[in-house]
């Protein structure tokens, strides 16, 4: 369960990551203006980062598609029927990118803390 709350988290966050980059450096200017605590990040290779991005491309499409399956769904079995299929098709674009599922979600941890890596990243989706 916490390994679906998780790639739901990073479904979200790859969702919402294409759109972002205007958003992200106004954050990253007024990040500068307060001290904010980071949690030390991890070095990730260019390759790794790639794969995070082609993977949330994909995952950014599947999320809007299972999202508008979750809204139809009747009811409560319904909708979990539709969160573990998400989750299962979600896990496995990760896994065929190349990346382990622990290594996405620190991946996306990452770049929420690190304005840098994040604009490395989309650069990367766009390209």
């Known amino acids: ?9 990073a479904a979200l966050l790859a969702a919402g990551m294409l759109s ?6 106004e954050d990253s200017a007024s990040a500068s203006e307060q001290p ?19 993977a949330s491309r994909e995952i950014a499409m ?3 598609e299972y999202t ?3 809204n139809a769904a009747e009811d409560e079995a319904a909708q979990q029927e539709v969160r573990m299929e ?4 979600m896990v496995e ?9 622990d ?16 604009q490395r990243v989309q650069e990367m989706a766009q390209s």
Do not use: C, W, Y
Request: no cysteine; charged share 20%.
């Open 1 to 9: 369960m916490k390994r679906m709350t998780a790639l739901f988290s």
């Open 20 to 25: 972002m980059t205007a958003h992200a450096q």
């Open 36 to 54: 904010q605590a980071q949690a030390p990040t991890q070095d990730f290779s260019d390759a790794q980062l790639q794969q995070f991005a082609d």
């Open 62 to 64: 599947l999320s809007q």
């Open 68 to 70: 508008e399956r979750l």
């Open 86 to 89: 998400a989750n299962d098709r």
């Open 93 to 101: 674009v990760v896994e065929d990118s190349g990346l382990d599922v």
């Open 103 to 118: 290594t996405f979600n620190a991946i996306g941890q990452a770049i929420q803390q690190d304005p840098e890596m994040m």
